[in-house]
């Protein structure tokens, strides 16, 4: 869920024809009978593993479970779906799962994950209107559900929509034109359940849709299903469903990795995205009373063609609406709160600036109505463990009931309106390979939504292109580049390699380099990752969730934006995959740069068979030219270049064993880089944990770590460790605070406002953290460091001036914290102290497993 917001004033409420409508195609259920009560309360907003949010909580997810999500393909869905060479139905073969009685589900009368595969076989073969396919498999490796409901098709029926969702995608101008995409295309919807594994109703409530739809012998339905393409994700976070947890089994919010889809289950969804290319969806939530239908508050996102998603999105939230209310619960009765449009009802705070969220995501590859559903009766968290099951149940009947009446209201404007939603979508790709101006939004341009201010505009200048600079004479792009581009193909982003040197928008360029002309039909997606942002902290006051990501800037890789030229001329051709650009010298000594995550997980592979490597005054790694066959195979394997060098290198380097008080999305990112994770907190430690057997060489710490927390045995034995020569690596107040309690490096952290988050720009003193270092980071509750004790060295530093690029950061009500104050201070230091190498950071280096282009720097300060 997200928390809901004060009420926008100025917005009246619109009875359109379709909201007051009582004609739906598909009748909602009947209402439970329900006793009366209070209401639950609203949950809090939940930020990943947050030290202010939850200090004693660190991340202790299984290794197995980040190495499905590291080993899984984008291409294909790990299980394989059924081709498009098929028509429908179509199955997979569903494992058969061991019932689990302690699946969290039971308890409130809903379907538990062993329940559903059953159900699914039950369902598919209960009418050839349904079709089961396993998209993929989550984090905790259980399969994931793809239902399609619609009328049979033949293979040459499949086939033939499938040609038509290509012109509309590629040939948008002609697909405008085209009779048969306006008479036969079929209207792909997607509904997205249970993405919060302990928001379980939307799962029970698609099953009980498939199976009315399956059933229902009327000739309403029989139109809707001939015309339309039904897509249920029946559950997204299978490993949260069973356990009653929000995040999947490497403790990840799905709800926030789109734009990295650093997760299986998310790749699941893009993969969804990109080959169903949906005009409409909705996704499930739970708990915001009265039920919280979008479109949302500002600001909104400036890559969107707006004026066609608000159209459609607010008339299907005015169909939901009254569809929910209709079902005649209310607060006196059933502790049941009038449906709410963020939009309409709202002032700021939940808004759809980060593509991060599915239905923010969603729009990028054609959905002109997204949404996200909040159902109201709270029974997770406290309510979960507090309230009698006989509640419990009661509360998630009236959930399935309300998910059920907006699938059902969704489904019915999607009919409703089928020509002008497939139009809409046109539109969209047309604009983007045209290179057409974004059409701003007010009450003229869209007609029939009331309430448009100046608030609501938000637009942007595509450039002409982008590129992505190969190396000089070698034409070889680095593993930055290279991730990069293939993250912008997964995403459907089309990209070119020059075929020689060029010219465009007044720079040169090498042969090998990337360019993505920016007149392509999903134009929005490669200016949301690639582009800088917009500093937003004068536009509202306050942000639902991160305000700042640009790839293009985070990602490690270099990429200039191009305004003027044209692409086209550039001798170049298409790829489908980044060059690899995996290199070994022949001849000499090697270095590997250790500037990527790669390569630092290419380093650790060699220091664990024994690879004798030494660490240079820049930091990089010199590997002897004796070891070449084993660099052959790592460089091959992790893609990364090994040149030579006639440094001899300094001191050794080791394998390190590494004990992390961390967020899930650091410890998933410490394993991307391969290091050898012991997952701690104060709890393990005061449990006895033995630092003298564990191996450990170096302790990363952001949160459930606290000194002063520790039994007087804990404390001593982690004191030891420091002051025996052990490493410690902190980050934000969480590791500052530790290292201010063990009395180690003297620098006085300062917190800046808890609330800001973004990109920001950072000089880097270069040495063995920071060399080669990019000179953009990113900061969440940023953090620096003042007061620095002698030998306590900066390694880095905040840009002077305004140091956000992108994000929302304002200065504290007293006028303390903001980035004024930050403004050239020491955001990274280092030193020796107490017999224990330090390094703290007041960055994100590792955020959600984001910022790629900062992970080497913790890989380095981990090396010692």
Known sequence: MRISRPIRPGRPALITTLAATGALLLAPLAAPAAAEHDGPGRSAAHREGAPRDAPDRAATAPEAAADRALSAQDGTAQDGTAEDRLGYPRHDPLERVPADPADKSIKLGLTPYHGIAPKLEALRKLSDRVSVEVAGRSAGGHQLYLVTVTAPESARETARQERMRELIENHPATAAKDPAVKAHYKTPVFINNNIHGDEWEGTDAALELVEDLARAKDRKTATLLGRNRVYLNITTNPDGRIAGTRENANGFDLNRDFITASQPEDRAIRRIAVGKQPAVMIDLHGYVNGTLIEPTTPPHGENYEYDLFLKNAYANALGMESAVNGLGYTEEKDGVKPAVIPFRDQKEGWDDWPPVFTPQYMPFHGAVAAHTIEFPMQVNGDEYDSRPASELRRRSAINVDIAGAAMRATLNYTDAHRRSVIGDQIEVFRRGSAGAAQVPVSEETVPGVPGIGPEDVYTTRFPRAYVIPARGRSQRSSAAAARLVDHLLANDVRVRRATHDFRLGGRAYAKGSYVVDMHQPKRGIANVMLADGRDISDKVSTMYDISGWSLGRLWGASVAEVRSGSPARVPSRA??????????????????????????????????????????????????????????????????????????????????????????????????????????????????????????????????????????????????????????????????????????????????????????????????????????????????????????????????????????????????????????????????????????????????????????????????
């Open 575 to 864: 790829v489908s995959a980044a060059t690899r650009v995996g290199y070994v010298a022949p001849r000499g000594d090697l270095r590997l740069r250790l500037s990527d995550p790669r390569e630092i997980a290419a380093l650790n592979e060699l220091l664990e068979e024994g690879i004798s490597v030494r660490r240079a005054a820049d930091g990089s790694a010199v590997v002897p030219g004796s070891a070449r066959d084993a660099v052959r195979a790592v460089a091959t394997r992790y893609d990364v270049s090994f040149d030579a060098t006639k440094k001899r290198g300094g001191a050794p380097l080791h394998r390190v064993r590494v004990a992390a008080a961390v967020t899930p999305g650091e410890l998933f990112a410490l394993r991307e880089m391969n290091f050898d994770v012991v997952p701690v907190s104060t709890d393990i430690l005061n449990s006895g944990f033995d630092w003298g057997t564990s191996g450990v060489g170096a302790l990363f710490v952001s949160a459930g770590l606290d000194h002063g927390k520790l039994t007087g045995r804990a404390r001593s034995g982690l004191d030891g460790f420091l002051k025996g020569g052990g490493t410690l690596v902190g980050r934000g107040a969480g590791g500052a605070a530790l290292n201010a309690d063990a009395k180690l490096l003297a620098a006085k952290a300062v917190e800046g406002n808890g609330d800001a988050n973004g990109v920001v720009r950072l000089t880097n003193a270069g040495g063995t953290v920071t060399g080669d270092a990019p000179a953009y980071g990113f900061v969440y509750a940023p953090v620096w460091f003042t007061d620095l004790g002698p030998g306590v060295r900066t390694d880095q530093s905040y840009g002077t001036g305004n140091p956000l690029v992108s994000g929302h950061w304002r200065a504290l009500d007293d006028g303390s914290g903001g980035p004024g104050a930050a403004a050239g201070q020491a955001s990274v230091v280092s030193g020796s102290a107490g017999g224990a190498k330090v390094v703290l950071f007041g960055t994100e280096p590792l955020f959600r497993d984001h910022p790629k282009g900062e992970f080497a720097q913790v890989g380095r300060a981990l090396l010692g």
